[in-house]
RNA sequence: UGGGGCGUGGUGCAACGGCAGCACACCAGACUUUGGAUCUGUGGAUCUUGGUUCGAGUCCAGGCGCCCCAGCCA
């Protein structure tokens, strides 16, 4: 049973597809691994790959390996590296050691040179525009719905039957820089008629005369992802190479090559990839987001950037149980943002403290309570955890309380304070609204109440009942803090379609709230500190945050039913 | 239209030829010193047509729909 509960973290096509290759002996252990490209920072979307690739290695007793990518030095770079390492070692992802493609670079062009040996590879001196247009396909930029008819058979490069050593020698030469970028490629020769285009005669090198972050200047040929990635895999004696629903048609490549070589036979595994409603996947277009000023960095809380996620107060188990409940197939699905935040609340809730924190300020003076008085009160710390104990609430005279829980005229179902209403000030004291004071534009400015001393902590010895508690600070004893309100990023479901981002932001997806109140406990929030503010939502304490100035971010409301109510209306 | 992949409530995931179930969302109610949390309940799904079978979401055949591929990106 235990095993089977063990085993739910991974789907089963995934599952018994590994076990089927430990049964009849395909291998004897598993290997998987991380395959990030240093182009980018991670987001949601890789955690997926990343937890399917290290329950795989961990529910079979394997391990995983982390190896970056990095075979287009024009794109790449160290500082993604190290953001990469960071960001999925915060996650909680352990591996056994960290490789990159470029640790093979020699061994993969030992390898290309013994295909041009066995005759299945050749240097193709054909243009960019020969090549496409020999390789029978539409010209670029087709899209597959306008093609009339099927595609037709690729012509032969006139430089496929080149004998094997000017091949040998034009790839020596290539390697070494004596060539001009995109006057040459090494192409694998395999079938210019194929039905799937990647077997006709897909490029293995092209020619790039650009630094490497790791191999300098060495090299001036560069291998393609699919003469590189497959070949890195049964290089490390990864047994299982698990990628998204995109590879699929790779996958007869992938294994041409592995075949033709006599290599370790790793195995191919898809998966279909997360898409999240309203979070934007594509890295290119979150590296705009983030050049143009749209969001303030890699790390501003709406973005899903692992990084943002976590500025915002998100944990990685929420994170974990978030991708781990939607489970994986190889359907396409478009997973909704409110199942990811029900996993953030229900994650919040067993662990954030309770605190107050009035949010939009209005004044509420409590005409019969003594001037000069103060009292402490005790509220609970947490009601999910008895064990995070209790702390001390200072009341007074004059309070702030929401300006959502007060109304002159209360609207049907509105329970909170409106004048002649009974409601109980949380931990405190049951309170009965007697007026209020307007500016001469209208605006409430401050209400009154009277208060019932016996009433303290929030109890009525005769037992009354009030409909509703609403939270408080008092005036004089309150830390000010600034607060930052989110919402969706985008007003599109999919943003990652199109390209007019400014069309498609929303504007409201940050409000900055600088005139909030807290109670005193709240002094010392240390930036990612993460709490509940009672009644409104979970907020964990940003970076920006400064002794004496907290700042703090909502990382997701609570469940608001009066909302909805009110909502409808 | 060449090749490949995928179709189960609104969304995501289960059901390995045997009562279509779970979560999120939605709606109604209970409880409540957070209109939170918790609990209960309602409604709602097997793309379609045919076949095999005592029995089909599952197997077979056809149709339909959606997605991916024509980078010297990964």
Redesign the pocket.
């Known amino acids: 049973m235990e095993a089977n509960e063990k085993t739910t973290r991974l ?2 096509f995934i599952h ?1 597809a590994v076990k089927e290759d430990l049964t009849n002996g395909r291998f004897n252990y598993v290997r998987t691994r991380l ?1 990030p ?1 240093p182009n980018g920072y991670l987001h949601i979307g890789h955690v997926k790959a990343f937890l399917i690739d290290y329950f795989t290695a961990q529910e079979f007793g394997g391990e995983l390996y982390l190896r970056f ?1 990095d ?2 030095p024009s ?1 790449e770079g160290t500082e993604f590296v190290e953001a990469i390492e960071s960001d999925a070692a915060w996650l909680g992802i352990r591996w056994a050691k960290v490789t990159f493609a470029s640790d093979y670079f020699d061994l993969l062009y030992e390898w290309a040179q013994r295909l041009i040996q066995q005759g299945l590879a050749y240097v193709d001196d ?3 525009e020969e ?2 247009a020999s ?1 029978g ?2 010209p ?1 930029g ?10 037709r058979p690729g012509v032969d490069s006139p430089w496929r039957n080149r004998p094997v050593e000017e091949n040998l020698d034009l790839l020596e030469r290539m390697k070494n820089g004596e060539f001009p ?5 090494l192409r694998a020769k395999i079938d210019m008629a194929h ?4 077997l006709r005669d ?2 293995m090198y ?2 790039m005369h650009v630094h490497h972050h790791r191999t300098g200047d060495r090299w001036h040929i ?5 003469w ?2 497959g070949q890195n895999d049964s290089m490390e004696g990864v047994t299982h190479s698990l990628c998204s ?6 996958r007869p490549l992938y294994e041409w090559f592995l075949q033709q070589l006599g290599a370790f036979p790793t195995r191919q595994i898809e998966f ?1 990839r997360l898409n999240l409603t309203y979070a934007m996947m594509s890295k290119r277009k979150v590296r705009k987001l983030v050049e143009s000023g749209i969001v303030r960095g890699w790390d501003d809380p709406r973005l899903t950037t692992l990084r943002g996620m976590r500025r915002r107060g998100v944990t990685p188990e929420a994170i974990i149980n978030f991708i781990t ?12 943002m ?2 990811f ?2 996993c953030v ?2 994650d919040l ?1 067993k662990r954030a403290l ?1 605190r107050l924190g009035v949010l939009k300020p209005l004044k509420l003076v409590i005409d019969n309570y003594p001037e000069a008085q103060t009292e402490e009160l005790e509220a609970v710390n ?3 955890d008895p064990a995070a104990g209790t702390r001390k609430l200072p009341f007074s005279r004059e309070l702030y309380i929401e300006q959502d829980d007060f109304r002159e005229t209360p609207p049907p ?4 304070m409106y004048p002649g209403n009974e409601v ?1 000030l ?2 405190a004291y049951l309170v009965t609204c007697t007026g209020l004071v307007k500016d001469e534009a209208g605006n409430v400015v401050e209400v009154h109440a009277t208060y019932d001393p016996a009433t303290r ?3 009525a010895p005769d037992g009354r ?1 009030v409909k ?3 939270h408080w600070v008092s005036a004089q004893h309150a830390i000010k803090a600034e607060v930052r309100l989110y919402e969706q990023l985008f007003t599109v479901e999919n943003p990652d379609v199109g390209d007019d981002l400014q069309s498609i932001v929303n504007p409201h997806s940050l409000e900055v709230l600088d005139n909030c109140y807290l109670e005193p406990s709240l002094g010392d929030a240390q930036p990612s500190d993460k709490f ?1 503010f ?2 409104t939502g979970y907020f964990c304490a940003d970076l920006d945050t400064q002794p004496g100035k907290p700042v703090f971010n909502r990382t997701v409301g ?5 909302a ?2 009110e909502g ?1 209306k």
């Open positions: 789907p089963r018994e395959p490209e990518d075979t287009n794109k054909q243009t960019q090549m496409s390789r396909t539409m670029k087709t899209k597959w719905s306008e093609t009339e008819s099927a595609l970028e995109g006057s040459r490629v039905p799937n285009i990647l897909p490029v092209r020619i560069y291998p393609m992802y699919d590189s990635h629903n995109e590879y699929i048609i790779h279909s409940s939607t489970g994986e197939t190889k359907n396409d699905s478009w997973v909704e409110a199942q935040e029900a609340r229900d809730n309770r947490n009601p999910e179902k509105y329970f909170r109980r949380r931990y902590g929030g109890d009942k509703s508690t609403i509940q009672e009644r609570l469940r608001d039913s009066w909805k109510i409808k």
